[in-house]
């Protein structure tokens, strides 16, 4: 495979070379092909939000974090694209939380799974659960390749981080009583609107804020970690991140100008 060196100065960098990991990661088996559909959806919503973290997110990533750190077992489940984008970031919010890692594949491939645990394990992980070889159990009501699950993992799990999901997985982890974590850029997914606490942003960006929450928040006390948690509403959550594309789309539809402008990340529409 050919690979793109994005020109320093083109406008669209950032994105374009959020993509080409998407891409190689799919050229090493890491990536499902409907995960690069799924990519760009995401890239879509992107669009709409300004490809910037809001206020919501941030709210939502101090809860999401409040909510590992208090857990008696948290999960991070792995799929392909987050592996591909955010392979190093994962392991290291999983060193700082204390979370599991686990591997949990929708288009299940032992060749992807192989590929996925070599990238975790080459990004610094030091036990990933969810392989074949490992003790499992099946999600009730669920009929996708996701249902299977490690016993020691996500089947144990009370908090469960669940990066760009299925609805259908989540909805059964809320029936399993577990404490269901996303991140996704779809403020309407079906994902987003089941789960506990969503963060609605770029995992590229709410990777790397939720490491350095989670610096911040393990020193404060239980109580008051639990305090954000119970005072957080996602719903509330979830309609202030739609009032934000719906005030930005506004804004923009009265001054198409604005994107002709050049913001400070370097992201613009092209
Ligand atoms: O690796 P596998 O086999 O487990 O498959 C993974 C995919 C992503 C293909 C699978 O889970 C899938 O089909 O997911 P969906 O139903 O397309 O949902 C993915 C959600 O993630 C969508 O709502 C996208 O908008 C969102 N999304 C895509 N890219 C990003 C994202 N959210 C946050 N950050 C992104 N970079």
Redesign the pocket.
């Known amino acids: 495979m050919v690979k793109i060196e994005v020109p320093h100065n083109h406008p669209r960098k950032v994105s374009l070379d ?1 993509r080409e990991r998407i891409i190689e990661g799919h050229s090493r088996h890491e ?2 092909t ?2 690069l ?3 760009g ?3 879509a ?2 669009y709409l939000l300004g490809e910037t973290t809001n206020e919501s997110a941030k709210h939502a990533i101090q809860v999401a974090v409040a909510a590992l750190l208090t857990a008696k077992h948290p999960v991070i489940s792995v ?3 987050v592996c591909s ?1 955010v392979p190093r970031e994962i392991v290291e919010l999983s060193d700082i939380t204390g979370a599991a890692l686990e591997i ?5 491939r032992k060749e ?1 799974e192989d590929a996925i645990f070599r990238a975790l394990k080459s990004a610094g992980a030091n036990s990933v659960l969810g392989t074949q070889d490992r003790p499992s159990e099946t999600i009730p009501e669920l009929s996708s390749n ?1 249902r299977k699950v490690d016993s020691e993992g996500i089947g144990l799990a009370d908090v469960v981080l669940v ?5 259908d997985r989540t909805e059964a982890l809320k029936a399993m009583k577990k404490y269901v974590i996303t ?4 403020p309407m ?1 079906r ?1 987003s609107v089941y789960a506990d606490v969503t963060i609605v ?4 960006r ?1 990777i790397p804020l939720m490491i350095a929450a989670a610096k911040e928040l393990r020193t404060k006390s239980e109580e008051h970690l639990q305090k954000m948690i119970s005072d957080f509403d996602n719903d509330k959550n979830l309609a202030e991140s739609i009032r934000f594309i719906i005030s930005r789309l506004e804004q923009l539809s009265t001054n198409i100008g604005l994107l002709r402008e050049k913001n400070d990340t370097g992201v613009r529409a092209s």
């Open positions: 959020i990536v499902a409907a995960g559909l799924a990519h959806r995401g890239e919503f992107d799929n392909g694209n984008l949990n594949l929708f288009y299940y992807r996701r990066p760009l999901e299925d609805g991140i996704d850029l779809n997914s994902t942003d770029n995992i590229v709410a």
